[in-house]
């Protein structure tokens, strides 16, 4: 389990987490949405210290942090239990799909390096990419260059895996081949916790669905208690929006 307790963050002036309460079952599908600047992202990545929070408390398991005094040792406790997907896909552009999903396996974890590849070749293999282990970032689409970073996310086995807006640099048409891969290790036992702008998707894959606004969780719920019952006047203003632009779009 991961609970946050209490956590704020403060660019100078700019206070933009405002005392964030929420705590997440082991194996839980979480969705975060939200108007663009209520703090999803800044909320996300002070998760695994990409940011460091101002103050509050973070828990994973059997490992506490009072985010104010964390160390190192700290630091590289969560980042060993967790792992990030980019929206903006952060593969190394000199390596091929499998030197960047072994990278971790060798260099971090110090796995043998046969070991390493084999085993990366099958994630490669279970995102769909067994063809392409040997193609570089700039000879794959932007969804394949995604289904790379989920495999290499998956590749140190971590309790969680943190998703910053995944499909927000794709065309369109490749942005269902990522989803569908999120899905495929939804519910597997691995925690997933989700910044998305995609409604529908956040509705089939969650198990609860989180409400960003103004730096605060303005509410939670199931995605039917959400999206067809919503208690807060704020969400259901957003949830208009959401589907004036589903019937635009139809």
Request: charged share 25%.
């Amino acid at each position: 389990m991961i609970e946050v307790k209490n956590l704020h963050k403060s660019f100078g002036e700019n206070h933009v987490l405002k005392g964030i309460d929420l705590a997440v079952k082991t194996g839980e599908v979480i969705t975060i949405i939200g108007s663009s600047g209520s703090g999803k992202s800044t909320f996300l990545r002070t998760l695994n210290f990409l940011d460091s929070a101002s103050s509050g408390e973070i828990d994973l398991d059997d490992i506490h942090i009072d985010v104010s005094k964390a160390k190192k040792s700290d630091i590289l406790n969560i980042r060993r239990n967790t792992a990030m997907v980019f929206q903006g896909y952060n593969l190394f552009k000199n390596r091929t799909a499998l030197e960047n999903v072994m990278e971790a396996l060798v260099i971090v974890q110090k796995r043998d390096k046969k070991k390493a590849k084999t085993e990366s070749i099958e994630l490669l293999a279970k995102v769909g990419l067994k063809d392409r282990i040997n193609y570089y970032p700039h000879q794959l689409s932007g969804g394949q260059q995604q289904r790379v970073g989920i495999a290499r996310a998956l590749a140190i086995n971590p309790k969680v895996i943190l998703f910053d807006e995944p499909t927000s640099a794709l065309d369109p048409e490749m942005v269902s081949e990522v989803l569908s891969v999120i899905k495929s290790i939804a519910h597997s036992g691995i925690t997933l916790i989700i910044v998305t702008h995609e409604m529908n998707f956040a509705r089939e894959v969650s198990d609860r669905i989180v409400f960003f606004d103004n730096g605060t969780i303005l509410e939670t719920g199931t995605p039917k208690e959400f999206f067809l019952n919503p208690k807060e006047e704020r969400t259901k203003q957003f949830l208009r929006r959401f589907n004036q632009a589903f019937i635009y779009e139809i």
